[in-house]
């Protein structure tokens, strides 16, 4: 789009010249046109609530620690096997395997997508009858590749042993509570390392 109109106006001298498109709309009280990124804001936010309103939202659930205090979205350096985070009180500490390394960036989904998954179907054990099933579970495209990228997820989320609790500090005695959790017990996936299958 362009930052120039070929819009003339008169001056108060009379005289005529090109004028700025964002200064004409100013002066018509026009907003500017929403970009496609926005549109697409505001349409979400628009179906989020209809759904709401109408009792027909899509509902997540997640643990606690992962609310008040998430998983690192960057890539942690090479060797980073911990990670902290605070949030007032409370504090997230996650170790990471030394082989599968520190869980980051969309692992996060895996936690989310299986608390999910456990309290729709009232089990413990959730089972996928096909790596496409999977897949499309987690809104990934079909193909080796994400099926493999989900699966280094899986491993780093099920290394991962993570610390959760509040260090308050209070006038008489600190009070300290803290819980130790894994968000698997056992894992089992299958898949082949020949690229032809």
Request: glycine share 10%; net charge positive.
């Amino acid at each position: 789009m362009s930052n120039v109109s070929f819009s003339t106006r008169s001056g108060t001298e009379g005289n005529r010249g090109l004028e700025r498109t964002d200064h004409i709309l100013d002066r018509i009280r026009l907003a500017s046109p929403v970009g496609a990124r926005r549109l697409r804001r505001v349409e979400t936010i628009e179906c989020v609530r209809m759904r709401r309103q109408s009792a027909r939202q899509n509902v997540g659930f997640s643990s606690r620690p992962f609310v008040l205090c998430g998983l690192p979205i960057k890539c942690p350096a090479p060797g980073t096997l911990v990670h902290e985070r605070r949030n007032g009180q409370f504090v997230l500490l996650v170790t990471g395997h030394p082989n599968y390394g520190l869980p980051w960036g969309q692992d996060r989904l895996v936690p989310l997508f299986l608390a999910t998954l456990a309290t729709r179907q009232q089990s413990r054990r959730i089972t996928f009858g096909s790596a496409a099933e999977m897949l499309d579970t987690f809104g990934m495209q079909q193909g080796g590749s994400q099926y493999r990228r989900l699966v280094g997820a899986f491993r780093r989320i099920f290394g991962a042993t993570i610390f959760f609790g509040t260090d308050a500090r209070r006038s008489i005695s600190p009070v300290v509570h803290e819980a130790r959790f894994h968000v698997m017990s056992e894992a089992r996936i299958w898949y082949s390392r020949n690229p032809d299958q």
